[in-house]
């Protein structure tokens, strides 16, 4: 149960993962928040509107995939780094994962590093395609990294010691 | 002898956001902070804040910390107090200060009480080793100093404190071995411990410490299981080889010059401790002390700045500031308070807080 062991359960990712036919449109968010907490800054950062308005500063992100274009200006800007992106349209064997990474030293270009899962346990291998790093993203970078397309909805995090 | 019409004791989040309103409003208020900077908790804060706008969500607690002190700076009738610390409250209102080793008196009309809250420790066997740590003191070492506290680290608690200082301590390539927290849940906000997992960090809850051991430093610790009852499980004890461990087991309220004045305090341990009776102006049961922050219940700092806000609000209107705008920005910080307290997690504090609203 997530409350216990701090990772999500199918369940949880199941509850909020964007239909297949939009995940066959292009990069899409997908918001790993579950908890109410008084937060609202992917609502609020959005560009699109693509974030249902809050009521309550404590209600859960709702995003409405269809206005949602996947751009990750709310990666940088959920405090809790919940939010990833995912293109199942990336290539015909790949799909590309966009995620916050806070750590040093950042991978380069093509790099190829380990595709860590939810518990950080390896899962298979990922190519760096991107490093974001923009000023207006204040210190939270976020990798482009491309894994196998049966990995997308696996993939969070990546590791650089193997 | 030094005289204000406000003084603000700690230059904390809470304490900032009190000496601004209050200027704003037009009173001449002393800030006083013990350490050399303004900031108190924040300038440990590298990770991003929640909240909304209104409480500088997404930016980090430093340069959260940064901007209340240009704030503070750019109105001229504060005066900011530093490597200053408040020693005792006579009934005169007069406050005796020590600050570059002389101590000297400065009166005020009206008080506001932001001085925070300090860490809790935890009873055990060998907890006086070195290589024990108070999450704080890991925090100031890493982010304040630029030390890296240890090479592989325990945490003890999976409260928001302890799930942030875990990570800090991963971006400070510090392995951190496991966090243990008794209870059978996860206390901090999900999204916190999520990240800690997906960086390959177990959190094992229903887990205390039983000891430390070491020769002449932490080598180790040795956890075991609590059953339902909270009574460890022998048998269950494993081995985990640390070179330090670090104490995330909460904060309690820094009450000392309440106490000093007279406000009426009363244990609450939703809020972390003993707090003072108040009004819902952040008014004690002493007329013109205010209190604000983590002082009048450990909380956050998104709360203890709006906190602030209304506290210095309150006293500067005691004092007679009263324009146009005043009780706009009242009523605009009551209804932040709400909405922050109004989810799941403000439950426990408003539980708190009917005990000592009067
Ligand atoms: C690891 C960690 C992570 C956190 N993360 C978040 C977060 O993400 N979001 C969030 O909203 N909150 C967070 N918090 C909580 C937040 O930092 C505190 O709730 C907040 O700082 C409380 O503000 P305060 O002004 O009441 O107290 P403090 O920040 O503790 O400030 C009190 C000040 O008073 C000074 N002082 C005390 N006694 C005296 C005296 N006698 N004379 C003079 N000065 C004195 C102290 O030196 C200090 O500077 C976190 C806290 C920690 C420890
Ligand atoms: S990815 Fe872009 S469009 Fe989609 S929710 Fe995030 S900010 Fe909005
Ligand atoms: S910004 Fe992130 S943590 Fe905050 S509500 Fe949105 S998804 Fe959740």
């Known amino acids: 149960m997530l409350s216990r062991t701090g990772v999500a359960t199918c369940e949880n990712i199941e509850s909020i993962l964007p239909p297949k036919e939009r995940l066959q449109k292009g990069p899409v968010a997908v918001i790993e928040c579950f908890q109410q907490i008084p937060c609202n800054p992917c609502y609020s950062s959005c560009p699109r509107n693509a974030i249902k308005p809050f009521d309550d500063i404590n209600d859960l992100p709702v995003l409405d995939y269809e206005s949602c274009n996947g751009c990750g200006t709310c990666i940088h800007n959920c405090p809790g780094l919940a939010i990833f992106v995912v293109d199942e349209t990336y290539t015909e064997e790949e799909a590309l994962v966009k995620l916050p990474y806070e750590y040093t030293p950042l991978p380069k270009v093509g790099d190829l590093v380990e595709a860590l899962d939810r518990e950080g346990k390896k899962v298979g291998q990922a190519q760096v395609v991107k490093v974001q790093n923009a000023k207006g993203q204040d210190r939270t970078p976020v990798l482009w990294v491309s894994v196998s397309k049966h990995l997308s909805q696996q993939v969070r995090n990546i590791g650089m010691e193997g | ?358």
């Open chain 2, 1 to 358: 002898m030094l005289s204000y019409e406000i003084a603000v004791i700690g230059g904390g989040p809470a304490g900032l956001c009190a000496a601004i309103s209050a200027a704003a409003a037009g009173a001449s208020v002393a800030l006083i902070e013990k350490d050399r900077h303004l900031g108190g908790q924040l300038v440990k804060q590298t990770h991003m804040f929640f909240g909304s706008k209104a409480q500088f969500a997404s930016t980090r607690g430093i340069d959260i910390a940064d901007i209340l002190s240009r704030q503070c700076e750019e109105l001229k009738n504060i005066t900011v107090l530093l490597g200053a610390t408040v020693l005792g409250y006579y009934d005169d209102q007069v406050l005796t200060i020590e600050q570059d080793n002389k101590v000297q008196r400065v009166k005020a009309d009206c008080l506001v009480v932001a001085t925070g809250a300090s860490e809790k420790v935890l009873p055990f066997p060998n907890n006086d080793l070195p290589g024990i740590y108070g999450a704080g003191a890991v925090q100031t070492l890493m982010n304040v100093y630029g030390v890296k506290p240890a090479d592989r680290v325990l945490m003890v608690g999976a409260g928001n404190i302890g799930l942030i200082v875990s990570y800090q301590l991963l971006q400070a390539h510090v392995k951190v071995a496991g966090i243990i927290e008794a209870a059978k849940h996860i206390g901090g906000y999900l999204v916190h411990a999520s990240k800690i997992r997906r960086a390959g960090v177990p959190i094992m809850t229903g887990y205390t410490i039983k000891k430390a051991y070491g020769e002449r430093k932490v080598e180790g610790a040795i956890v075991w299981q609590l059953d339902d009852r909270w009574q460890p499980i022998p048998g269950t004890e494993l081995d985990i080889p640390v070179d330090a461990v670090c104490l995330a087991v909460g904060l309690t309220p820094m009450g000392e010059l309440l106490w000093q004045a007279g406000c009426q305090m009363i244990y609450v341990p939703q809020l972390g401790g003993h707090v003072p009776f108040r009004k819902a102006t952040l008014e004690t049961t002493v007329p013109g002390i205010y209190v604000a922050g983590d002082v009048a219940g450990v909380e956050e700092a998104s709360s203890a700045m709006v906190e602030g806000r209304l506290a210095g609000l309150a006293a500067a209107r005691r004092l007679g500031y009263h324009n146009a705008d005043w009780e706009n920005k009242y009523q605009d910080a009551l209804q932040q308070l709400m909405a922050l307290r109004s989810g799941p997690v403000g439950e426990k504090i408003c539980s708190g807080l009917k005990c000592v609203v009067v």
